[in-house]
């Protein structure tokens, strides 16, 4: 398996998060990333640096969707977290970045609850970076096509994700 840089950046050009994952690899949905716990996120943001996985996680990146997912195996209290982003791009041999847009969607594990969180963000940055049109309407619509698809339950968030996390090692 080899390795992959998963870049986050802001809408500004600043750079937000970044984890090196392995490259699992793709199927109809997207391309698949595996982060083992105990996988080293750096952050760009906060007090923090640096951090560590609490789980093993595989990460779905679809081809020109607004929205990247991260499935986490139990017991960690969310299932699913989804970043809404710009559609993702290799930029590198061993590199992908996409620009974070704030939204994030969420599925959690106990009792299958899907919760928006950080719209208040996305305003606010929609403003302070201005975020044309086309990315308010790539970021809205990818927020409520994850949305959707957490709350019905469709793949490969029902039972997909699950043989790609059986090969987080």
């Known amino acids: 398996m080899d390795a992959v840089d998963l870049v986050l950046r802001k809408y500004?050009?600043?750079?937000?998060?970044?984890?090196t994952a392995r490259l699992l690899g793709e199927d109809k949905y997207g391309t698949w990333l595996s982060t083992p716990r105990?996988?080293?996120?750096?952050?760009?943001?906060?007090?923090?640096?640096?951090?560590?996985?609490?789980?093993?996680?595989?990460?779905?990146?679809p081809a020109g969707k607004w929205w990247m997912?991260?499935?986490?195996?139990?017991?960690?209290?969310?299932?699913?977290?989804?970043d809404v982003i710009t559609p993702p791009r290799w930029t590198g041999p061993a590199e992908i970045t996409v620009v974070d847009l704030d939204i994030d969607v969420v599925r959690y594990?106990?009792?299958?609850r899907?919760?928006?969180?950080?719209?208040?963000?996305?305003?606010?940055?929609?403003?302070s970076l201005g975020y044309p049109p086309e990315i308010v309407e790539g970021a809205?619509?990818?927020?409520?096509?994850v949305r959707a698809a957490?709350?019905?339950?469709?793949?490969?968030?029902?039972t997909h994700y699950r043989s790609w996390l059986a090969r987080v090692s």
Do not use: K
């Open 38 to 61: 105990g996988t080293v996120v750096r952050y760009h943001y906060g007090r923090r640096r640096t951090g560590r996985t609490g789980a093993d996680a595989v990460r779905l990146l």
């Open 150 to 158: 957490l709350t019905r339950d469709d793949e490969p968030f029902a």
């Open 109 to 112: 594990r106990r009792d299958r």
């Open 69 to 82: 997912a991260m499935f986490v195996a139990a017991p960690a209290l969310r299932e699913a977290y989804c």
């Open 140 to 145: 809205l619509g990818g927020a409520a096509e």
């Open 114 to 127: 899907v919760e928006v969180e950080d719209e208040d963000e996305f305003e606010q940055h929609r403003h």
């Open 12 to 19: 500004d050009g600043r750079p937000h998060r970044q984890v």
